[in-house]
C-alpha cells in the first residue's frame, strides 16, 4: 500500500515541481530566518549570525537538488535533460541531423514497406473469416489451371469426411466475357462463375441483397448476377437500388441479387493483376460436368480436421473416385491451404527482399556509426569537460545514446511517410500480378514493428561510438590539438572497420541484385514464340444474331476483310484465347496410336483463324497455314506445334498424318511453340484447330499487327467494325506487349525493389568512404603539409590517397564476395538463365564497387593535393 | 560535521523524525532538527537541511502529515505531525530496533576464552 502510495505521490511530485519547489523555498527560508534569530540570541553579530546559519543548513542547491530527486522520478528528469541537450545539439549541427534523419527515415521506410508486403502475404491469414481451414485443391493431372471436372467435386463432397463444405469457380472464364449494354457506354466486363457455396466457404456475406439460391444454380435457371463493389461504384454511382433491377448482359436481361462488399477482392487472391466486375451462378451438374477439367476447388475444413488428415482421406478417396468412373478425366487431388497456392510461391522473393532491406538497414546503422564517430572526434573536448565537471560514464554513454535513438526515431517518422507513400503506390500499382497487394497497408503491426526497428537502430547505431566516448583521459583530450593521437588512431581504426563492413553488405546485395537483373534481363530477352510487339487485341464475339456456324463464319470473313482493308494493318486473325491468358488442353493422339491411359498425350488448345499466325508473329515451320476455306464444308485439319509433332510422329514428317481429334483431322502444318503458361516456362505441345471448323470456344479475340500507334488503331478498328459491333469500348483494346509484362510483373517487381536498395546501399557505401577518407585527409593536414613542404607532388599524394581508399574497398570485396558467394545459393529459385555464381554478376558489381570507391577517395584526394603546405603548417 | 552515511543512518533518522514527532505534536523542520541535536546531546550533527529530505519521504508515504501555520516568532512555517499508519509504522519499528539493539548489546558483551 505505502508502495503504491509512493509511486502516485513521486508521480505527482513530478508534476508539480514549481509548487513544490516554492513550498521548499518558503520552509528554507522560515527555517534560515530561525536559525538566525537563534544565533543572534545567543550573542552573534548579524553576519556571523548568517554565516553560521548557512553552514548549519548546508548547501542549498544541492540540498534542492537531492529534494527533487528523492521525492520525483530522477530517471525521467535526467532523460528530460538528456533530450534537451540533445536538441540543442542537433540544432547546431543542423546539416548532419538532416543527413542522418534522411538516411535512417529511407531505411526504415524500405523496411517498413517491405514488413508490410511479408505481412499482408506471408503472416497475415488471407482476409476471410477462419481464413486457417480454407484448402485449396489442385489436380495434379491438370496443367496448368490444376483444375478437376465437376463430376468429382460433386462425388468428393459426398465421400470424403474432412470437409464442411467444397466450392468452386469455373477457371475458364475470359477477360471481357459479359458485354454490358442498355443505359451508359457499353462495356465488357469480367465475370466469374461461381457454385453456389462459394461465397459462404469463404465465409463471405454480400453488402446488399443476397447470394445465389439453389434454384439460380441450376442449368438454364433463373439468370441472375451479383455485382463486385467496384462496378457497383463506378458503372451503378452505389446506388442500393439497383439490387432486383434487370441489367443486359450478354443481350440478355439479368437480374442484379445483390452487391459484394469492397473488402471480397476475388481479383487480388485468384487472379492478381487483373480485375472483376461480376459474379455468375456456375452450376455443378451434368452439363458442366462435360466440360471437361473446369472447376478450381476450394474448401473449408471441419473444425478440428488438419489439412494432413484432409490429404490422407483424399489419398484413398483420390483413386477410388478415378477407379469407378473411367469415362473422366484424370483426377489426383493434391491439397494445400489456400494461403499457400496463393503466396505461396512468392515466399521465396519475398524472403530475399526481406533480407536484402535487413541488409540495407545494417549498412544505415555502420553509415550513422560512423558519422556519430566522426562527429564524437569533434566532441572530445567537450566530453572530456562534462567528465571533468563529474559527469559519470554511464551518464554520458546514456546521453549518446539518448542523442542516436532521438535520431533514428526522427528518422522513423519520416520512414512511416516513405511507407506511406510506398503502400499508396503498390495498392494502385494495376497489373501487377502479386497476389493481396492492394490489401498492403501501414496498420498499427507495421508501425510497432518500425518502433521497435527504430529503437534497435538507434541503439545499433549508437552504441559503438556511445561506448567510444569516455575512452580518453580527462587530462589528454583538453590537451589535445587536433594533431591525431592514441585516441583518434583507434577511431580511424574503428570508422574504417564500419567502412569495410559498409562495402561488404553493399557487395553482398550488388552481387544479388545483380544475378537477380541478369535473370530479369534474360526473361525479357527469352524467345516467346510469338511477337508482342505492335499488336493489339480486341474480344469481337459474334454474338447472338449468329446462331450457326455458317452464319458465323460470314461474320469472320466480314469481320477480317473489314480489318485488313485498314490502312496500317499489316496482319489480323481471331483466336479464342491470348498468349500468357489461361490454357487448357486436350488429349490427342495420332490416328492408330495406342497409349495408356495415364501417358495419353495432351496438348493445349487454341481455335483460331487463318492469319492468326502472322498476326501474333508465330513461325510456319512446314505446311500452311490454315484459310477461309477451311469450313465445315472442307475436310477437317488441324495444326499442331514442333514439339507435338515429334511427339506424336518421331522422325516422322507430320504434315499429312491425321490426328483423332474430332474423329480425325489432318495436319497441314508445323509451327513453332508459344510461351503461354508464363514466360520463363516451355511451351509443350500445342495445337491449332480451325474457328470455321467448331464451336468449341468461349471467345473471339481479334489480333492485329499494326504499325500504326495504339490510341488510333483503336478509332480506326472502332469505325471499321461498325457495321459489325456497333458497341465496342474504346477502352476495350489491349495490347499483347502488356500480357506479356504482366506476366514478367512480379519479377520486375522485385528486381525493382532490390535494384532500389542496392543503389541506396552503394551511395551509402559510398558516403561512407567519403566520410573516413575526408576525415582521415583532415586529420593528417599537418602530415600531408610537411610531406609536400618535403617534396611530394600532388599526385603521388593522390594516388597514396586513392591507393588507402581501394585498400579498404578491396578487403570490404573479399569479404562481401566470399559472403555473396555463400548467399547467392539461396537465390537460385528465383534465377531464370543465369548460374549462382554467374561470372558476369560478380565481376560486373565488383567494377561497379571499385569504381564508386574510387570516385568517393578521389574529392578528398584531389582536395589534399591542394592543401597549401605553409597554411597546413602554420595552422598548428 | 559528521557525514550521515548509509541507508541503516537513513532509516535511523526517519526513525527518530517520527518518534519526536509522536512525541511532542505537530513541529516545523526547524524544531524537529533543533529536538533531534539537543536529545542526541550534539553527538549526531546533522547538516540541518538533510532533515527535509526525510520530512518529504516521510510524507510521500503518508507517514506524516503537514500543514502550513505560524511559528513562534510569527512566521509562516509548515507544520508536520504523525499519521495514524505514521504511528503503526513508529511502533513496528521501535520492536525492531529493540530486538536488534537488544541481539547486539548480548553479542558485544560477550567475552573471549570460556
Known amino acids: ?876 | 560535521m559528521a557525514e550521515i552515511r548509509s541507508e541503516i543512518m537513513q532509516g535511523t533518522l526517519d526513525l527518530m523524525v517520527l518518534q519526536t514527532l509522536d512525541a511532542m505534536g505537530p513541529l516545523h523542520g526547524y524544531g524537529i532538527a533543533r529536538r533531534i541535536e539537543q536529545l542526541s546531546e550534539n553527538a549526531l550533527v546533522v547538516n540541518q537541511g538533510t532533515i527535509y529530505l526525510c520530512l518529504i519521504r516521510l510524507l510521500q508515504k503518508k507517514w506524516i502529515k503537514a500543514t502550513w501555520g505560524t511559528s513562534e516568532n510569527n512566521r509562516k512555517a509548515k507544520f508536520y505531525s504523525i499519521s495514524k499508519s505514521g504511528q503503526k509504522q513508529l511502533k513496528a519499528e521501535t520492536e525492531d530496533w529493540k530486538r536488534i539493539s537488544g541481539v547486539i548489546g548480548r553479542l558485544l558483551e560477550l567475552t573471549p576464552g570460556r
Not at chain 1, 498468349?579 to 486436350?586: F, K, M, V
Request: net charge neutral.
Open chain 1, 1 to 876: 500500500m505505502s508502495r503504491l502510495n509512493l509511486v502516485v505521490a513521486r508521480i505527482v511530485a513530478f508534476f508539480k515541481r514549481s509548487d513544490l519547489d516554492r513550498d521548499l523555498d518558503n520552509e528554507l527560508e522560515a527555517h534560515l530566518c530561525l536559525l538566525v534569530e537563534e544565533n543572534i540570541a545567543r550573542g552573534l553579530s548579524p553576519e556571523e549570525a548568517h554565516r553560521t546559519a548557512h553552514l548549519k543548513l548546508g548547501n542549498l542547491v544541492s540540498l534542492k537538488e537531492a529534494h527533487r530527486e528523492t521525492r520525483g522520478l530522477p530517471v525521467i528528469d535526467t532523460l528530460l535533460q538528456d533530450l534537451r541537450f540533445t536538441f540543442r545539439i542537433l540544432r547546431r549541427d543542423l546539416g548532419f541531423t538532416f543527413f542522418a534523419i534522411l538516411i535512417v527515415g529511407l531505411g526504415i521506410g524500405a523496411s517498413a514497406l517491405i514488413f508490410s508486403i511479408v505481412n499482408t502475404l506471408l503472416l497475415r491469414p488471407l482476409p476471410f473469416k477462419d481464413a486457417d481451414s480454407l484448402v485449396w485443391m489442385a489436380n495434379k493431372q491438370s496443367v496448368p489451371e490444376q483444375t478437376t471436372q465437376v463430376g468429382y467435386l460433386l462425388d468428393a463432397r459426398e465421400a470424403n469426411r474432412s470437409f464442411e463444405e467444397l466450392g468452386a469457380y469455373f477457371a475458364y472464364y475470359n477477360v471481357g466475357d459479359i458485354k454490358l449494354t442498355g443505359d451508359g457506354e457499353p462495356e465488357r466486363l469480367t465475370g466469374i462463375p461461381v457454385s453456389q457455396n462459394f461465397f459462404h466457404v469463404l465465409g463471405v456475406e454480400p453488402q446488399i441483397g443476397r447470394l445465389f439460391t439453389e434454384e439460380e444454380c441450376r442449368i438454364n435457371g433463373p439468370a441472375v448476377v451479383l455485382l463486385t463493389d467496384g462496378l457497383w461504384r463506378r458503372r451503378f454511382g452505389s446506388n442500393p437500388e439497383i439490387v432486383g433491377k434487370p441489367l443486359r448482359l450478354n443481350e440478355q436481361s439479368v437480374i442484379v441479387v445483390g452487391v459484394m462488399p469492397a473488402s471480397f477482392d476475388f481479383a487480388s487472391i485468384f487472379a492478381p493483376g487483373s480485375h472483376v466486375d461480376l459474379y455468375r451462378p456456375f452450376p455443378l451438374t451434368p452439363e458442366t460436368d462435360r466440360m471437361g477439367n473446369t472447376s478450381a476447388i476450394v474448401g473449408r475444413l471441419k473444425p478440428g480436421v488438419s489439412l494432413e488428415a484432409a490429404r490422407s482421406d483424399f489419398n484413398i478417396l483420390g483413386p477410388q473416385l478415378r477407379t469407378h468412373h473411367p469415362e473422366r478425366n484424370e483426377f489426383e487431388p493434391l491439397l494445400s491451404s489456400l494461403k499457400e497456392h496463393v503466396t505461396g510461391h512468392l515466399r521465396p522473393a519475398l524472403l530475399v527482399l526481406a533480407c536484402a532491406v535487413g541488409v540495407v538497414m545494417l549498412i544505415v546503422c555502420a553509415n550513422l556509426s560512423n558519422l556519430l564517430l566522426a562527429r564524437n572526434a569533434t566532441r572530445q573536448k567537450e566530453m572530456a569537460i562534462r567528465v571533468a565537471l563529474g559527469a559519470g560514464r554511464r551518464r554520458l554513454v546514456r546521453q549518446m545514446l539518448t542523442e542516436s535513438i532521438v535520431l533514428s526515431g526522427a528518422g522513423a517518422i519520416v520512414g512511416v511517410l516513405v511507407a506511406l507513400v510506398g503502400a499508396r503506390v503498390l495498392t494502385h500499382l494495376d497489373a501487377i500480378s502479386i497476389p493481396l497487394l492492394s490489401n498492403v497497408q501501414i496498420d498499427f503491426g507495421v508501425l510497432a514493428f518500425t518502433l521497435v526497428i527504430a529503437i534497435l537502430t538507434g541503439v545499433v547505431f549508437g552504441l559503438v561510438p556511445a561506448l567510444q566516448v569516455p575512452v580518453i583521459g580527462v587530462n589528454e583530450s583538453l590537451k589535445e590539438n587536433n594533431r591525431g593521437s592514441t585516441g583518434s588512431r583507434k577511431h580511424a581504426w574503428l570508422r574504417s572497420s564500419l567502412v569495410v563492413a559498409e562495402i561488404a553488405f553493399a557487395c553482398l546485395l550488388l552481387v544479388g541484385t545483380g544475378l537477380l537483373v541478369r535473370s530479369f534481363l534474360k526473361v525479357l530477352d527469352v524467345n516467346l514464340g510469338f511477337q508482342p510487339e505492335r499488336v493489339v487485341a480486341i474480344r469481337i464475339d459474334p454474338g447472338t444474331a449468329y446462331p450457326t456456324q455458317t452464319r458465323r463464319n460470314a461474320y469472320f470473313d466480314e469481320a477480317l476483310r473489314l480489318v485488313q482493308n485498314t490502312n496500317g494493318i499489316e496482319a489480323c486473325g481471331l483466336t479464342d484465347v491470348l498468349p500468357l491468358e489461361g490454357d487448357r488442353s486436350w488429349g490427342v493422339a495420332g490416328k492408330g496410336q495406342v497409349y495408356q491411359r495415364e501417358d495419353y498425350p495432351e496438348a493445349f488448345v487454341r481455335i483460331v483463324s487463318d492469319g492468326y499466325l502472322e498476326a501474333m508473329g508465330i513461325p510456319l515451320l512446314a505446311g500452311r497455314d490454315f484459310t477461309a476455306h477451311d469450313t465445315t464444308d472442307s475436310e477437317q485439319v488441324i495444326i499442331i506445334n514442333k514439339t507435338l509433332a515429334e511427339k506424336l510422329w518421331p522422325g516422322q514428317d507430320p504434315v499429312g498424318q491425321m490426328v483423332t481429334q474430332d474423329g480425325g483431322r489432318r495436319v497441314i502444318g508445323v509451327v513453332g511453340g508459344v510461351r503461354h503458361v508464363t514466360v520463363e516456362q516451355d511451351s509443350g505441345s500445342e495445337m491449332y484447330l480451325p474457328m470455321r471448323q467448331t464451336n468449341d470456344y468461349s471467345a473471339v479475340q481479334l489480333v492485329v499487327r499494326t504499325m500504326l500507334p495504339q490510341a488510333s488503331v483503336a478509332t480506326a478498328l472502332r469505325s471499321v467494325l461498325k457495321p459489325l459491333d456497333p458497341n465496342i469500348g474504346a477502352n476495350e483494346f489491349r495490347t499483347v506487349q502488356q500480357l506479356v509484362d504482366k506476366a514478367t510483373s512480379p519479377r520486375r517487381f522485385v528486381v525493382m525493389m532490390l535494384a532500389g536498395f542496392s543503389t541506396f546501399a552503394l551511395i551509402l557505401a559510398a558516403l561512407g568512404i567519403y566520410a573516413v577518407i575526408s576525415y582521415s585527409v583532415h586529420q593528417r593536414t599537418h602530415e600531408i603539409g610537411i610531406r609536400m613542404a618535403l617534396g611530394e607532388s600532388a599526385r603521388t599524394l593522390q594516388l597514396r590517397i586513392i591507393r588507402q581508399t581501394l585498400r579498404l574497398a578491396v578487403l570490404g570485396l573479399i569479404i562481401g564476395l566470399g559472403g555473396s558467394w555463400l548467399m547467392t545459393r539461396a537465390l537460385v529459385g528465383l534465377l531464370f538463365g543465369v548460374t549462382s555464381n554467374d561470372p558476369a554478376a560478380f565481376i560486373g558489381m565488383v567494377a561497379i564497387l571499385v569504381v564508386v570507391a574510387t570516385a568517393a577517395g578521389y574529392f578528398p584526394a584531389r582536395r589534399a593535393s591542394r592543401i597549401d603546405p605553409i597554411t597546413a603548417l602554420r595552422s598548428n
